[in-house]
């Protein structure tokens, strides 16, 4: 069995979840066409390390 493996390399909108979500989105529609199986991310892909504003930008969960 293989496993094709792909890492996204991108530049994180600094406290923009919803801008780094929609380049995620189109990261992962390249690699599915080119038939990746696992796609890895930077960590803190969604907002960055943008530390000073984490209680507006955490997720509460629902």
Do not use: C, F, S
Not at 25 to 37: F, H, S
Not at 40 to 56: I, K, R
Request: aromatic fraction near 6%.
């Amino acid at each position: 069995m293989t496993l094709k493996v792909a890492i996204a390399q991108m530049d994180i909108a600094l406290g923009q979840p919803e801008i780094n979500q929609v380049t995620v989105a189109q990261y992962a529609q390249r690699a599915a066409a080119a038939g990746v199986d696992v796609l890895v991310y930077p960590e803190m892909w969604q907002t960055g390390y943008a530390l000073d504003q984490l209680p507006t930008l955490a997720d509460r969960g629902g």
